[in-house]
């Protein structure tokens, strides 16, 4: 019976994000995305989750209806996948990323579109955000990005991000990585669940 409410309520907000995702072109057009976005991150408690994942799932490359987007979430970049079980918690700001299945964002986590996202001239003048290097960032299944991290590079399956960790390269797969920059301070040991 609960998983029949819970389709029942995914039903319903999907039809009410329809109108918004259209106005944005389904993700295509930036500008509309972004205001749409930044609208539907406002929106208050399980409704608002529910919304936010029915918009996104109209917008975004892949987004999972089994997914939790808390307040204040907004995804920068519509070329995103949210799989199966991801959370991402409240005031999180997403590029483009991939968020493998079962991942988890506590609050404030900011994953950017890669490292090179701004670039000089000659000149060493700034150059537009739309000629910078917008890389995918994957987050592995099963991953924990602790509070306030900062993600500029991939983080493999399994993996751990402690709270404040700033991520610049990429991160291998079941390990704890901690600090500023994120260096990595404990491989996990896989004989431990499988007995």
């Known amino acids: 019976?609960?998983?029949?409410?819970?389709?029942?309520?995914r039903g319903l907000f999907a039809l009410l994000a329809w109108p918004l995702a259209l106005l944005s072109l389904f993700g295509k057009s930036r500008p509309a995305y972004l205001s749409d976005a930044h609208l539907v991150a406002l929106g208050p408690g399980i409704a608002g989750d529910y919304l936010r994942c029915a918009y996104y799932r109209w917008t975004l490359k892949a987004c999972s209806p089994q997914c939790r987007i808390s307040f204040g979430v907004i995804f920068s970049n519509s070329?995103?996948?949210v799989e199966d079980g991801v959370y991402v918690g409240p005031y999180s700001v997403l590029g483009r990323v991939r968020l493998g299945r079962n991942a988890q964002l506590a609050s404030l986590v900011q994953v950017l579109s890669g490292a090179k996202q701004h670039g000089r001239n000659d000149k060493g003048e700034l150059l537009t955000g739309e000629?910078?290097?917008?890389?995918?960032v994957?987050?592995?299944?099963?991953?924990?990005?602790?509070?306030?991290?900062i993600v500029m590079a991939s983080v493999g399956e399994g993996s751990t991000i402690g709270a404040g960790a700033v991520v610049t390269r990429a991160i291998?797969?079941?390990?704890?990585?901690v600090g500023n920059p994120a260096r990595v301070i404990k491989t996990l040991d896989d004989s431990k669940d499988s007995g």
């Open 131 to 136: 000629l910078g290097e917008f890389e995918e």
């Open 79 to 81: 070329d995103s996948t």
């Open 138 to 149: 994957q987050i592995g299944n099963n991953c924990w990005i602790g509070a306030s991290a």
């Open 172 to 177: 291998p797969a079941r390990v704890i990585a």
């Open 1 to 9: 019976m609960k998983q029949l409410i819970k389709e029942l309520f």
